[in-house]
């Protein structure tokens, strides 16, 4: 008969996460690409952005320029955020570096173990530098490529392989959950 001594229980400990969530609302992105980035966000806001977790979600919208539309420490109701989102018209050029740059800089100041960036894009970047060196200093970047409509395969792996992340393909915004799921289990 086994004694108490020889029973061992392990308990798991979930440890805190940071995530960026980085959205192309560049000219391209109209349409599906719009329902995609409204799910993007609703999931992840339900997931990472629920009281007592420790959790932290930023958000960081990217176009010829970028902005930090929640920072991590920020507690902001999914609703509003998304509605942040929304409210931004879809305009100008893609540049992927602004949105890297910004989301690596607000991933530096968290503490938490995993920090983790999500691109949210068709990757048709044509305006700035090339954003692969950029990709190169996160930790984890993943990128969920909308491929509804004109979109760049090879840089989105690129920028998912450079950036120790995965590559996802989004068609609808059904994809969304599913994918998301797929690149943060771990």
Known sequence: MPEDTDIVVRERM????????????SGSMRGEKVKIAAATVAA????????GTGDQL???AFWSDAALLKPLQARVPAARLLDQLLRI??????????????????LGRSAARRRTAIL???A???????????????????VLLQ??????????????????????PV????????????????
């Not at 992840?44 to 009281?51: I, T, Y």
């Not at 491929?147 to 996802?168: C, F, K, N, V």
Request: glycine share 10%; net charge neutral; hydrophobic share 45%.
């Open 14 to 25: 979930r440890s805190r996460r940071a995530a960026v969530l980085i959205v192309d609302v």
């Open 44 to 51: 992840l806001s339900a997931d990472l952005g629920g009281a």
């Open 58 to 60: 930023a958000l960081v």
């Open 89 to 106: 018209p879809a305009r100008g050029l893609t540049n992927v570096g602004f949105g890297l740059t910004v989301a690596h800089a607000e």
């Open 120 to 122: 949210l894009t068709d």
């Open 124 to 142: 048709v970047h044509n305006a700035g530098p090339d954003p692969r060196p950029l990709a190169r200093r996160f930790g984890e970047l993943h």
């Open 147 to 168: 491929t509804d409509g004109e979109h760049d395969t090879p840089l989105a792996h690129d920028l998912a392989r450079l950036g120790h992340g995965r590559l996802a």
């Open 171 to 186: 068609h609808t915004h059904r994809d969304v959950a599913p994918a998301l799921n797929r690149l943060l289990a771990r």
